[in-house]
């Protein structure tokens, strides 16, 4: 049996700009997804999570490389394969996956029908079904609806059904709840995490929200500028922080309140030459911090 769902060594991304040397985005990373779990990913804006993630699900621009030294999912390896891996993602703002001529129901039936040989009317009852688990009232009312007739909770949920019915081993969720409201926000998190316990799925959370996690996740991985610089179980994380980053990060936890910015990291800046020399450091079985002392694991 295998305990890890994905398990990916020195996952490098690199972007080509016309006549312009290829810039690294992703400068390396292992990342170790436990099955049954909710993984956390922090780290502010611009820091490579996104890119992880549609590197992972081969979704990049068409500019973006990917290499890496192995890359298992699900215990079969990954390299040279030209498939997908079968995950699901969603995204911070669900009217870039959804078509706004097309009615929810299509959306939802052209899943099913991709996944499984069932007619119109088995597709048309399977996601009624899926519509109905994620909490969506009226769903035979919305089956007929666009998605802008929708809030925009509504069309997390409908997302969220969707990447469902793709029947995945991985959920990533790419920051699901930063384009809605509070109270909205933490309905749609709640969905996540009931629904990882009924399907016993494995999620990536990816987020800028400390807090969220907290409340969220078992385990947690920091990621700064195209690298993870921290990752361990979440108290190790928050009560012993060891990454200068992940402090700042913590200090800047938001209080909820719309619209304040989130952080101020001024006070951390790394050289290059830092950041080059550094390797995972060991602090425990499950905690690990790039280039800050302790125990090296080689
Ligand atoms: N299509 C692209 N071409 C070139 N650079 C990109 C592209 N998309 C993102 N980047 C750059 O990659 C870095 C990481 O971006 P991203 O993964 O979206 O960050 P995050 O999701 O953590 O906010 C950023 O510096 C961003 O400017
Ligand atoms: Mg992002």
């Not at 006549?19 to 436990?34: E, F, M, Q, S, Y």
């Not at 009226?138 to 007929?144: A, I, T, V």
């Not at 969905?191 to 009924?198: H, V």
């Not at 936890?253 to 020399?277: A, F, H, N, V, W």
Request: aromatic share 6%; with cysteine.
């Amino acid at each position: 049996m295998t305990e890890n769902i994905l398990e990916i060594k020195h996952l490098a991304v690199s972007v080509n700009k016309k006549n312009k040397d290829a810039i690294r985005i992703i400068k390396g990373i292992d990342l170790t997804i436990p099955k049954g779990e909710i993984v956390g990913i922090v780290g502010e804006s611009g820091s490579g999570k996104s890119m992880t993630m549609k590197s992972l699900m081969k979704i990049l621009p068409e500019n973006g490389h990917t290499t890496y030294d192995s890359f298992y999912f699900d215990g079969v390896n990954q390299e040279g394969k030209k498939e997908r891996i079968p995950a699901a993602m969603i995204f911070q703002d669900p009217m870039t996956s959804l078509n706004p001529l097309r009615t929810i129901g299509y959306h939802l039936i052209e899943v099913v029908q991709r996944k499984q040989k069932v007619n119109k009317k088995e597709a048309e009852k399977l996601a009624l079904k899926e519509l109905e688990k994620v909490g969506i009232n009226l769903p035979e009312k919305r089956m007929n609806q666009y998605p802008h007739e929708l809030s925009g909770g509504m069309r997390q949920r409908v997302m969220i059904a969707m990447a469902l019915l793709a029947k995945p081993k991985l959920l990533i969720a790419d920051e699901p709840t930063t384009a809605l409201d509070v109270t909205i926000q933490a309905q749609i998190l709640e969905l996540i995490r009931n629904l990882q316990k009924e399907e016993d799925l494995s999620v990536i959370l990816v987020t800028h929200d400390f807090g969220i996690v907290a409340g969220m996740c078992q385990s947690i991985r920091v990621m700064y500028d195209g690298k993870i610089v921290e990752e361990g179980q979440i108290d190790e994380v928050f009560y012993e922080p060891a990454h200068p980053y992940t402090k700042e990060l913590l200090k800047a936890i938001p209080t909820g309140d719309k619209g304040q910015t989130l952080y101020s990291l001024s006070s951390y800046k790394e050289t290059t030459e830092e950041r080059e020399q550094a390797e995972m450091y060991v602090l425990s079985n499950t905690h690990r911090v790039l280039g800050n002392g302790g125990e090296s694991h080689e």
